[in-house]
């Protein structure tokens, strides 16, 4: 079974109004500019997550989406994009790592047990 993956970008940063830099006559409420992601990584046993932030471009407002009507998914692509498909691969790639390591580690901590106090003499 391939390793899934699922994608958290609800938590955003906005500008309460930002004016289009291509059009100073065009303001917009609660613009999108950071994102705050988690992806987390599944094998059907073992879970990883990493985590970051994304700085979407918001110079040109031109196909503007009111804060209202954005939805989780329209995060999820956004954020996709703004990092390019090669960041993303690499993401699941570390994922991959985390997964197969935890599946099968290559080093595990132990303690050692404490020695019988001797019965005195």
Not at 8 to 15: A, G
Not at 76 to 98: F, H, N, P
């Amino acid at each position: 079974m391939p390793n899934t993956y699922t994608w958290d970008c609800r938590t955003v940063d906005t500008y309460p109004s930002h004016t289009d830099e291509q059009d100073p006559a065009n303001t917009e409420s609660d613009v999108v500019y950071n994102v705050h992601w988690r992806v987390t990584g599944s094998d059907g046993t073992n879970s990883a997550t990493v985590i970051g932030t994304q700085t979407l471009e918001t110079s040109d407002l031109g196909a503007f989406t009111a804060f209202d009507s954005v939805t989780h998914q329209n995060m999820i692509d956004w954020t996709k994009a703004a990092m390019g498909t090669e960041r993303v691969s690499e993401l699941e790639a570390s994922l991959d790592s985390q997964l197969t390591e935890l599946a099968s580690p290559s080093s595990v901590t132990r303690t050692i047990a404490e020695p019988e106090e001797e019965a005195a003499e």
